[in-house]
Structure formats: structure tokens, C-alpha cells
């Protein structure tokens, strides 16, 4: 009877221990949570401050160049209603009032409601619908290179770090090192002289047929497509090669992988269970801040091939000092980058059980 009432406080006393140690668990992710998400409020509240600031730095004021392009083409106007024009417009871009009031309009409908007015560029049309028209080919083309150039420059950066006296291992770095310190604009220009302007395998200009069905669209996008994708697919690809080589060679010099080769375990297993894994994690967290900046799009790229995307959309937008225009475009690009930061913190004490909420 008195062993059985031992082993009952016994069992009691365990679990009593094993509900405080998750109570305790519980409250550590909690706090790790509470704190990212903090993080990932300033960050957004910080970038959209100063992007609602700068544009008002400009010399050139929105509204006086829409009138002027209004007076030149229908002529001299009413002095009223020219007053009354201006009234109007300052109010529907958000130009009417104190700084301190523009700022608060712009919190609560631009950053919480995704509403940036009218564009100047596109009177009256709203400036998120334009942007939701461009974004998708800023999409297509952006998250593709991004996704490829991560994928293959991890593997060939890996075999390079991991293999480094291999004869292919040295010469797909020095392919690597050749290619990343080339200017962008370099690359685009060689591609788009070589095969679009010499051979003409592909359009000079991004033209993409809206009007012949889907398969001609799809047709004139990809053929469009293909040239900015290799150029972003060519210098992202150095990078990540370059990085995880060095990442990769590093690990493959710890004593945990020793320890492995001494067990005797197959280079191969050594390659994935123990230098892929530990070298990935700091690559993760590099792919999701590319993410999200893909929102913004490549403006060289798009500006260069004539690419209807955002990039060319942000172009445009400063060339013509449309406010709601670049407020929108770069608002979108500094919540998706927070938020695919944020997403990755959170889940990273899944990918990799050495860190702790703690």
C-alpha cells in the first residue's frame, strides 16, 4: 500500500513536472513571438514613414503638373475653377492639409486599406488598381529567376564548398567569381544585343499580345520573359554560388563532420545530413527577404527590356513625381519583404532544432 502511494506521487510529481516544463515552453514562444511581430510592426511603420517624407522632399509638386498638362491642352482656364481644380486634386491625393494629417491618411487608408488615391499618371484611375495589373508580370518573371537562381546556386555552391579539390568544383567558383562582379546592365545589354538584336530569337522590346487568344499571350510572354530571366538567373546564380560555397566550406570543416567521416558514413550522406543542412539555414533566410523583395520588381531589368512590371511602374512614377504611384509600389514592397522576414523567424526553430524560442 505505501510503495503503491510512492509510485502514485511518483507518476503525480513527473507529470506535475512535464505540464510546468511546457507552461514554460508556452510562454517562451509567446514572448518570441510577441517580440518578432513587434519587430516586424516597426519595420513596416519606420520604411512607410520615411517613404511618405521623401517624395514630399521633391521640388515638383503633383498637382501644378497635372494642371499645367491640363492647360496645355484645353487652353486658359477660370481662374475659380482652376482654384477649385487644384482644391479637388490636393484632396484626392492626399495633399490637402498639415504634414501631420496627410500622415495620418495615409496610415489608415494606404497602409491599412491598400488605398493610395487616384494616379497622376492615369487620372482617374486608382493607383492600386494599376498596380495590380502590373504586379503579376512582376511576379512571373521575378519569383522564377529568384527561385531557379537560389536552387541551382546552392547546389553548385555546395558540391564546390563541400568538393573544393575537385577540378569542376574550382572551375564552376572561378565561373561564379567571373560572372557576380559584372554590372547588371552589362549582362542585360550583352543578351538583349546578342540574341534579340543579332540572331532575333527574341523581341527587342517586351511585346506581349493581349488581343490574339491565350496561347498567342502566353507565347509573346514567355518569348518576352525569357531574356530578363536569364540575366537576373545569371547574376543571382553567382551570388549564391559564392556564398554557399563559402558556407558550405566552412562547415565541412567542423568537428562534427570529421566525427562523421571517421564513423565511416558515405560522403554522400556526409554532403546532405551534415554540411547541407547547417549551411542552408542562413540561405533560407536570405530566399525569404529576396521574396519579398521581388515585389518591387527589378527596375533595371524592366527598364532595359521594356518588361511591364513594377520596377518600370516605380520608373515612371518618380519621372512624373506621382505620388500615391510610388507610395503604393514601395508600401507593398516594404510589407512583403517584414512579412516574408517575419514568417521565416518564426518557423525557423522548426528547420533547425538548435535554436530555441529562448
Not at 498638362?69 to 487652353?75: D, F, K, T
Not at 496627410?102 to 493610395?116: E, I, R, S
Not at 527587342?204 to 496561347?215: C, R, V
Not at 523583395?293 to 524592366?302: H, K, Q
Request: charged fraction near 15%.
Amino acid at each position: 500500500m505505501a510503495a503503491g502511494s510512492a509510485r502514485l506521487r511518483e507518476n503525480g510529481g513527473a507529470r506535475f513536472l512535464y505540464l510546468f516544463k511546457q507552461g514554460v515552453v508556452a510562454l517562451k514562444f509567446h514572448k518570441y513571438f510577441g517580440l518578432r511581430v513587434l519587430t516586424w510592426f516597426l519595420t513596416i511603420w519606420i520604411g512607410v514613414t520615411f517613404v511618405f517624407f521623401i517624395p514630399r522632399m521633391f521640388p515638383a509638386d503633383p498637382v501644378e503638373n497635372m494642371i499645367g498638362q491640363i492647360q496645355a491642352r484645353s487652353g486658359q482656364m477660370d481662374p475659380v475653377q482652376m482654384e477649385s481644380l487644384r482644391k479637388s486634386l490636393r484632396l484626392q491625393f492626399g495633399l490637402e492639409g498639415s504634414l501631420l494629417e496627410q500622415y495620418g491618411t495615409y496610415l489608415w487608408k494606404g497602409l491599412l486599406h491598400f488605398d493610395f488615391g487616384p494616379s497622376l499618371m492615369s487620372y482617374p484611375e486608382p493607383a492600386g488598381r494599376i498596380i495590380a495589373t502590373y504586379l503579376p508580370y512582376t511576379l512571373c518573371l521575378s519569383l522564377t529567376s529568384t527561385v531557379l537562381a537560389w536552387v541551382i546556386g546552392n547546389m553548385i555552391g555546395l558540391l564546390a564548398g563541400f568538393r573544393k579539390d575537385k577540378r569542376s568544383s574550382r572551375i564552376l567558383e572561378s565561373i561564379a567569381i567571373c560572372i557576380y562582379p559584372i554590372p547588371y546592365f552589362i549582362i542585360a545589354l550583352v543578351l538583349q544585343i546578342a540574341f534579340a538584336f543579332i540572331l532575333g530569337w527574341f523581341p527587342l522590346i517586351a511585346t506581349i499580345n493581349h488581343t490574339g487568344g491565350f496561347g498567342v499571350f502566353i507565347s509573346s510572354l514567355i518569348k518576352s520573359s525569357v531574356l530578363p530571366a536569364v540575366s537576373l538567373l545569371l547574376l543571382g546564380t553567382g551570388w549564391w554560388i559564392i556564398s554557399m560555397k563559402s558556407l558550405s566550406g566552412t562547415t565541412a570543416a567542423e568537428d562534427f563532420v570529421l566525427y562523421a567521416r571517421y564513423r565511416g558514413l558515405p560522403e554522400g550522406k556526409i554532403g546532405r545530413s551534415y554540411v547541407f543542412r547547417n549551411s542552408i539555414l542562413t540561405q533560407i533566410t536570405a530566399l525569404a527577404m529576396s521574396l519579398g523583395g521581388v515585389f518591387s520588381g527589378a527596375i533595371m531589368t524592366e527598364i532595359i527590356f521594356g518588361y511591364p512590371g513594377v520596377g518600370t511602374l516605380i520608373q515612371k512614377a518618380i519621372m512624373q513625381s506621382d505620388y500615391n504611384m510610388i507610395l503604393g509600389c514601395i508600401t507593398i514592397s516594404i510589407v512583403a519583404i517584414s512579412t516574408a522576414t517575419l514568417i521565416v523567424d518564426l518557423i525557423y526553430p522548426f528547420i533547425d532544432p538548435r535554436i530555441r524560442y529562448s
